[in-house]
């Protein structure tokens, strides 16, 4: 597709269950960002990956949180034993980088996680 | 000091004004910034990026920056009803490529 995919647009789930949320990049985009946003908050980093490699994961709040890019394209946000606090929108982006400046992220529409 | 700081506001300007936005960033090694746009309920949408010192400028918006001062602002000229959103400034970190946003602050223009 032209822009970034994520699925599914929206997740209910019970406390304590075990989710998974995808995000498909723009096609080349080699740097791809997972962000976490409540309601009147900006966008809160969580992990950045370069390639296959995640070139910084300071942003995941817990060890229930993780991702993976097995091939360099798409990636998935695991999060285990889901709690309320769990509950945003997810926000993927991938952008280009080139040298030492950042190309611009490219935005999906989100995934709105709700944890009962 | 937060590393990306914006006013929440809400920042009301009439109709036909200029609406100046602003953004503060602590790592003055920072090299690339960026202003998104988002409506409610929507994800952020890349308005403008700027990545020297001085003022780029695309149709209705500037963007400024001055990085001894570590402040980049966006003005908004005409501003139209279809402006009221929520903007957002992104700043990359000097020591690696991520980027942090600030919360936003939040536009309304008063028809």
């Known amino acids: 597709g032209a822009g970034v995919s994520q699925t599914p647009s929206n997740k209910v789930t019970e406390k304590g269950k075990y989710v998974e949320l995808r995000c498909d990049p723009i096609?080349?985009?080699?740097?791809l960002y997972w962000y976490r946003q409540s309601l009147g908050q900006g966008p809160e980093f969580l992990i950045y990956?370069?390639?296959?490699?995640?070139?910084?994961d300071s942003g995941l709040p817990n060890d229930r949180f993780f991702a993976v890019r097995p091939e360099g394209s798409v990636s998935t946000l695991k999060i285990q034993r889901t709690e309320r606090g769990d509950s945003a929108v997810y926000l993927c982006?991938?952008?280009?980088?080139?040298?030492?400046?950042?190309?611009?992220?490219?935005f999906g529409d989100g995934t709105r996680l709700s944890i009962l | 000091q937060k590393e990306v700081e914006q006013n929440s506001g809400p920042l009301s300007v009439p109709e036909g004004a200029i609406a100046s936005l602003n953004c503060t960033y602590s790592?003055?090694?920072?090299?690339?910034f960026f202003w998104y746009r988002q409506y409610s309920g929507k994800s952020p949408e890349l308005i403008m990026s700027?990545?020297?010192?001085g003022d780029k400028e695309d149709g209705r918006f500037t963007a400024q920056l001055n990085k001894a001062s570590q402040y980049v602002s966006l003005l908004i000229r005409d501003s139209q009803p279809s402006d009221s959103a929520t903007y957002l400034c992104?700043?990359?970190?000097?020591?690696?490529?991520?980027?942090?946003f600030g919360k936003g602050t939040r536009l309304h223009i008063l028809p």
């Open positions: 790592d003055r090694g920072s090299q690339s």
């Open positions: 096609s080349g985009h080699t740097a």
């Open positions: 700027i990545y020297s010192n």
């Open positions: 982006a991938s952008s280009l980088t080139t040298g030492t400046s950042n190309q611009p992220q490219h």
């Open positions: 992104a700043v990359n970190l000097n020591r690696d490529d991520k980027i942090i």
């Open positions: 990956f370069q390639g296959t490699g995640a070139a910084d």
